[in-house]
């Protein structure tokens, strides 16, 4: 497994292999989800399938920025009505596993409808926990 791992199964769309880069005790933030992380590769590979599969539409990397034990990806999407611009920041621990994945998105509108979508196909809110 790679560091490139996490972006090449999402630019597939291969969710098995995009789970397989992360750790099994990966912290998630993300927009509109508050203050506590998601925790767990199972909750998290949750909301990364409904992002990637429900959620975005025209999904695109357009750069990677990595320093030490991170790496920024940039990514351009539209969500509904929005453009978005948004940057998936990853940190990697043993084996190069994603341990820490916090995502950022503008405009802010279309972050909040990031984060209802997903929610939305949830069978739990994440903004409640914690």
Known sequence: MGRDAFRLAAEAGDMDALAA?????????????????????????????????????????????????????????QVGEHAIEGAQVLRFGDHDLVVELVVMARPAPGAAAIGEEIVRHLDYDPREEG
């Not at 998290?44 to 990677?64: H, N, P, Q, T």
């Open 21 to 77: 880069a992360l750790d099994q005790e990966v912290h998630f933030r993300g927009p509109a989800f508050g203050t506590a992380d998601v925790v767990g590769r199972e909750r998290v590979m949750g909301i990364l399938k409904i992002a990637f599969e429900k959620v975005y539409r025209d999904f695109s990397y357009v750069e990677s920025l990595d320093n030490g034990d991170r790496c920024v990806l940039l990514f351009t999407s």
